[in-house]
């Protein structure tokens, strides 16, 4: 079993905030578990490249990408949105991210990998098509699924996403795309305040309380996610994975642990070895304690190793 893990420096550069929770000490929280577990040298290493116009133009307006592009300081900081500021670093970093889901498809779907983990920020599940917002600039697992669809000419593509906040840009992206399925568990009431509405058939929305632990999560999943996941029967399965559904992480009131994050990821496996070759994209998300981050992404790519 090879799995890839696929990063860059430029990811670090990209500074919020003296007080902003998402930092770059969230990638080197990350390092540090894998080198202290051992998984560090077990994984295949790669530089994330940088994602093209074209890339970013399948799943964002042309006009906006062209914003983020003359809104890049030289120098200081502006806001794209309250939650969302960009420094001189942050055009690189998001595109950094975003290549990563690109890398990381071209690798799963030419054997080089089993699997793939995009260790990048910024976070991209709430980036829409014309609007970034909530820590997000580009939305990265939409792009490198439709890189997906549009280079390897995949006609079923799976994302699932198990962050506490709705990915409502990945939903806006794709609600009208069925060669894509969205599955999703999130905190609701809490933002983005989506995900709740008539969606098409496609998109499998399942709003958890606060509070909910990981028997009820995995309830959840076995209920409304699997039995979806095997219908759909996809060719390549892409994870959202945000870690701050953590009982540790006060970013929100979610208590699963790393051992849920790791069961998760062994059901999806299942069904990516099932009807995928195994193949497998997942990049980070949230995930904003930092101990408890380190844990469970180390849990994870340990659940992707089987």
Not at 67 to 93: C, V, Y
Not at 133 to 158: D, E, P, S, T, W
Request: hydrophobic residues 40%; aromatic residues 8%.
């Amino acid at each position: 079993m090879t799995i890839s893990i696929i990063s860059h420096p430029d990811c670090m550069l990209h500074e919020m905030g003296a007080h902003h929770p998402e930092s770059p000490a969230r990638l080197r929280a990350i390092q540090d578990q894998l080198l202290y577990s051992g998984l560090d040298l077990i994984l295949q290493h790669h530089d994330a490249p940088l994602a093209t116009r074209e890339q970013l133009c399948r799943v964002h307006d042309f006009e906006y990408v062209e914003k983020i592009f003359l809104k890049s300081p030289e120098e200081g900081q502006i806001w794209l949105d309250a939650d969302t500021p960009m420094n001189p670093h942050s055009l690189s970093a998001a595109l950094r991210a975003a290549g990563a889901a690109v890398l990381g498809v071209d690798m799963v779907m030419t054997g080089q990998s089993n699997a793939a983990f995009c260790n990048v920020r910024p976070p991209g599940h709430h980036a829409e098509h014309n609007k970034a917002m909530g820590f997000c600039i580009f939305n990265n697992i939409a792009v490198g699924a439709a890189h997906a669809l549009q280079m390897h000419q995949r006609k079923r593509i799976a994302i699932v996403d198990f962050d506490v906040h709705h990915g409502n840009g990945t939903e806006d992206i794709f609600r009208e795309v069925p060669e894509v399925l969205f599955c999703s568990t999130f905190q609701h009431p809490f933002y983005p305040d989506t995900g709740t509405d008539d969606a098409p058939a496609h998109i499998i929305n399942v709003p958890l309380t606060a509070g909910t632990d990981g028997r009820a999560f995995r309830d959840a999943v076995e209920s409304h996610w699997l039995p979806k996941l095997e219908t759909f029967q996809p060719e390549l399965i892409l994870i959202s994975a945000g870690f701050d559904a953590h009982v540790e992480d006060n970013m929100a009131n979610l208590c699963l642990t790393e051992q849920d994050f790791s069961w998760v990821t062994q059901k999806i496996k299942m069904i990516a070895d099932k009807y995928a070759k195994g193949r497998i994209v997942s990049t980070l998300e949230g995930g904003y304690a930092l101990p408890a981050l380190g844990r469970s992404v180390a849990a994870h790519i340990n659940a992707l190793l089987g």
